[in-house]
């Protein structure tokens, strides 16, 4: 029954090592997300997708790309991993697509990556 | 850029006191202001939804409030209980979906 869904829960890993974090929604939503936890619990977002297309990028470096093979799911790789790497990364979904006015967003429990 | 802050970082209260969450936001131009409630390994939760024209919602003990000019929000809980203990955060929201986030008020009430 759980709305948004991501996995792993806990990814633990090396430098240089590339790796993927998958989110799913069973809402039928049109946009899905993912944001980045730092270690003040500051949230902010990395991609929105609507419509197998990138709407928003945040300044976030290359190594990161969001791969959304339908629209209920948002995969995120990771390339080259660093150290600054480490934080708890959540997925979102919403129902509107980005010219509406924005709806409320549905999180993930999050998945907690560490980097060696 | 729009930032938002959240006072206090954190607040103890004893069990059944009625207790205000500040959050501040420097741009008014926004779309509307979200409160998350964020419990340890699950995720967030969506609370309350203000869009720009409103100025309060309420869910159950839950009232949320919104001053659009003055740049603020607060969330107002009553009768507070134990299982309310959680970090919460508010966020507002600008043109296509972008999403601040405060750095949030973490919660305890004392049974």
């Known amino acids: 029954d759980t709305a948004v869904s991501q996995t792993p829960k806990y990814l633990v890993t090396q430098m240089g090592n590339d790796k993927s974090i998958k989110c799913e929604q069973n809402l039928g939503h049109d946009t899905m997300y993912w944001y980045k936890q730092d270690s003040k619990k500051f949230l902010k977002i990395m991609f929105s997708y609507n419509n197998k297309e990138l709407i928003i990028n945040e300044t976030v470096p290359n190594r990161f790309s969001p791969k959304s093979p339908d629209k209920a799911h948002l995969n995120l790789h990771i390339n080259s991993l660093e150290l600054g790497d480490s934080a708890v990364y959540f997925c979102?979904?919403?129902?509107?697509?980005?010219?509406?006015?924005?709806?409320?967003?549905?999180f993930g429990p999050g998945t907690r990556l560490t980097v060696l | 850029k729009q930032e938002v802050t959240q006072i206090p970082a954190a607040l103890s209260v004893p069990e059944g006191e009625n207790l205000v969450l500040n959050c501040s936001f420097t741009d008014s131009a926004i779309y509307n202001l979200q409160w998350f409630r964020q419990d340890p390994g699950k995720g967030l939760t969506s609370l309350l939804l203000?869009?720009?024209?409103?100025r309060e919602q309420t869910s159950g003990r839950l009232n949320a409030s919104l001053d659009k000019s003055s740049g603020r929000s607060t969330l107002y809980i009553a009768a507070s209980q134990p299982g309310d203990s959680a970090t919460y955060l508010c966020?507002?929201?600008?043109?296509?979906?972008?999403?601040?986030f405060g750095t949030g008020t973490r919660l305890t009430v004392i049974p």
């Open positions: 203000i869009q720009s024209s409103q």
């Open positions: 979102a979904s919403s129902q509107d697509p980005p010219a509406s006015q924005p709806d409320t967003q549905y």
């Open positions: 966020a507002v929201v600008t043109g296509a979906n972008n999403l601040f």
